[in-house]
């Protein structure tokens, strides 16, 4: 059974600091790794996507992978109340071909003012 | 560029019945992707179609079916509703292996 773990927060973080999401997957030949974030009653958003090991910035977001440890994880800087969201790790699985990702269940982020 | 659009926002059925969910992916993306969400199971994977062609399939029995159409356009069908079908249902179109979501279904099963 492939699976994607996270811890479920919540995650609370004051305004301004770095919010640090992780995620575990079990399936050694996942090749990519996405971030999604999703705000309550809405759907997932993507907001970072990561394939080599090392980090990967994108504004106040970092991912970071290793892919010997089979981590993938998420920095949010100078975090802000906006960002309070749920956020899913997402692993593509070694199926054939095409996009069938996993996801994780996700972790609630609060970021208070 | 308008993003994935499903129809309808809201069902309610009840035990027994039948449902069909409709999708139009991004346009350009061929291939489009079906996700049960619920509370305990978070996301899940149901299926992918590409070029009218099923092309991976999740745990999901029998009764969750789908569909393409040539203009990509996806249909799901879920016969002999269940109490446990009640979730949110995503449709996701796909470029270079990212998913793009719609706004989702949110099916209530009575």
């Known amino acids: 059974q492939k699976e994607v773990e996270q811890n479920s927060g919540p995650l609370s973080v004051p305004e301004g600091a770095i919010a640090s999401l992780n995620c575990t997957y079990s399936?050694?030949?996942?090749?990519?790794f996405f971030w999604y974030r999703q705000y309550s009653g809405k759907s997932p958003e993507l907001i970072m996507s990561i394939y080599s090991n090392g980090d990967k910035e994108d504004g106040r977001f970092t991912a970071q992978l290793n892919k010997a440890s089979q981590y993938v994880s998420l920095l949010i800087r100078d975090s802000q109340p906006s960002d309070s969201a749920t956020y899913l790790c997402?692993?593509?699985?070694?199926?054939?071909?095409?996009?069938?990702?996993?996801f994780g269940k996700g972790t609630t982020l609060s970021v208070s003012s | 560029k308008a993003g994935v659009t499903q129809t309808p926002r809201y069902l309610i059925k009840t035990r027994g019945q039948q449902v069909t969910l409709s999708c139009s992916p991004i346009?350009?993306?061929?291939?489009v992707s079906w996700y049960q969400q619920t509370p305990g199971q978070g996301l899940q994977f149901l299926f992918e179609?590409?070029?009218?062609?099923?092309?991976n399939k999740g745990n999901f029995p029998g009764r969750f079916s789908g569909r393409q159409f040539s203009n990509s356009r996806s249909e799901m069908n879920v016969s002999t509703l269940e109490l446990g079908d009640s979730a949110l249902y995503l449709c996701?179109?796909?470029?270079?292996?990212?998913?793009?979501f719609g706004s989702g279904t949110q099916l209530s099963v009575l």
């Open positions: 179609y590409f070029s009218e062609t099923q092309r």
């Open positions: 996701a179109s796909s470029s270079m292996g990212k998913l793009f």
């Open positions: 346009s350009g993306h061929r291939s």
């Open positions: 399936d050694r030949g996942s090749q990519s």
């Open positions: 997402a692993v593509n699985t070694a199926f054939k071909a095409g996009t069938a990702l996993i």
